[in-house]
Nanobody
Framework: QVQLVESGGGSVQAGGSLRLSCAVS????????MAWFRRAPGKERELVSAISWSGGNTYYTDSVSGRFTISRDNAKKTVYLQMNSLKPEDTAVYYCAARRLALGNIPITEADIGSWGQGTQVTVSS
């Protein structure tokens, strides 16, 4: 059974930084694309960033492009989301997600996802 465990969330002032980590167990991590989604209060869950199984392709939603960086360490079976220049509108529960199928393109939609983490809260105050 695949398990995804997020860490690194917390509270920070606007302009600050946080790094989220997601440790994966129970599967061959290196073969699967990974993604970070978030759900802000009163809003739908949205894709924030994604990375291909090889790490060669990445995706960022427009609102975080240039501020967030996704990366993966296949030896540690961990995916990261470095978040800089945080804004109050980045406040949300952030979810780590693993692509349902091995290899292939980066996961973009929830239909691409096979496994979810439990979520970690990020709160940015102004």
């Amino acid at each position: 059974q695949v398990q995804l465990v997020e860490s690194g969330g917390g509270s920070v002032q606007a302009g600050g930084s946080l790094r989220l980590s997601c440790a994966v167990s129970g599967r061959t991590f290196a073969s699967y694309g990974m993604a970070w989604f978030r759900r802000a209060p009163g809003k739908e869950r949205e894709l924030v960033s994604a990375i291909s199984w090889s790490g060669g392709n990445t995706y960022y939603t427009d609102s975080v492009s240039g501020r967030f960086t996704i990366s993966r360490d296949n030896a540690k079976k961990t995916v990261y989301l470095q978040m800089n220049s945080l804004k109050p509108e980045d406040t949300a529960v952030y979810y780590c997600a693993a692509r349902r199928l091995a290899l292939g393109n980066i996961p973009i939609t929830e239909a691409d996802i096979g496994s979810w983490g439990q979520g970690t809260q990020v709160t940015v105050s102004s």
